[in-house]
């Protein structure tokens, strides 16, 4: 056999059959806000890669290629700056398994990131916060946000609070709305207290083997959260 190199590793990542794979309870389905089933397996994306351009762009399209290799069903990221907030979520959002959150400094600020969260929130789509390491998102900050969101909203980026005040209304939502539901949200996703290492995080400058380590969990919370069974098989070990 040739020698295991760094190379063939990224070339072969571990994979599982992400569309194959079954629900852990047959007929699961999650329930939106209007209580109609929404059947899990009929979805065009595994996830949507919800990210602050400026601060995780590289990392959502590195992240895009990996898991779509790992799991081979495509992402939903955003690379068209798409202007049709409908379509975005139409084509978009309703149609990943999972919201994707990459969680960086200033992600929460971003109106479309937000209305992405909320139209996820309402529809029934898991959301998962993943730490960028190095891009300055911390879960107590970002409870903070949370809390005092209006205020901190227009202070961190000035106009940004109409833009979402306009969305939300299209969906007959306001702002308290959102920041109740945003509140919920980090609640749910950050570590226990005292707790180190407890959350989702991707390395961006780590070694192969971390940033496949890092894929690999996501994609398991992914699944876990919608309820899926997969089997990872290696090609780099030797599994077919």
Excluded at 12 to 41: F, I, L, M, N, V
Excluded at 59 to 67: K, P, S, V
Excluded at 113 to 135: D, K, S
Excluded at 152 to 172: F, S, W
């Amino acid at each position: 056999m040739a020698p295991l190199t760094t190379a063939s590793r990224m070339a072969a990542p571990p994979r599982c059959e992400w569309a194959a794979a079954p629900s852990a309870k047959e007929g699961s389905h999650s329930r939106t806000k209007e209580g109609s089933a929404r059947d899990q397996t009929s979805k065009r994306y595994c996830c949507f890669l919800s990210h602050y351009k400026v601060e995780a762009g590289s990392d959502a399209r590195y992240l895009n290629d990996l898991i779509a290799r790992m799991t081979g069903v495509p992402c939903f990221l955003d690379s068209s700056d798409l202007s049709d907030l409908r379509t975005l979520m139409s084509e978009g959002v309703q149609q990943s398994d999972v919201l994707v959150v990459l969680g960086t400094k200033g992600v929460l600020t971003r109106p479309w990131c937000l209305l992405e969260l909320w139209e996820a929130h309402t529809q029934g789509v898991p959301i998962i916060f993943v730490t960028v390491e190095g891009r300055g998102f911390d879960f107590g900050d970002a409870k903070h946000f949370a809390s005092h969101f209006k205020e901190e909203l227009e202070v961190a980026n000035p106009g940004a609070l109409e833009l979402v005040e306009k969305g939300l209304r299209q969906q007959g939502a306001t702002v308290d709305d959102l920041a109740a539901a945003l509140a919920l949200l980090l609640d749910a996703a950050a570590p226990p207290e005292r707790t180190s290492g407890a959350s989702l995080t991707w390395h961006p400058f780590g070694s192969d083997n971390e940033v496949i380590a890092d894929a690999q969990d996501l994609i398991d919370k992914m699944a876990a959260v919608c309820g899926k069974q997969i089997e990872w098989r290696d090609p780099w070990r030797g599994e077919k």
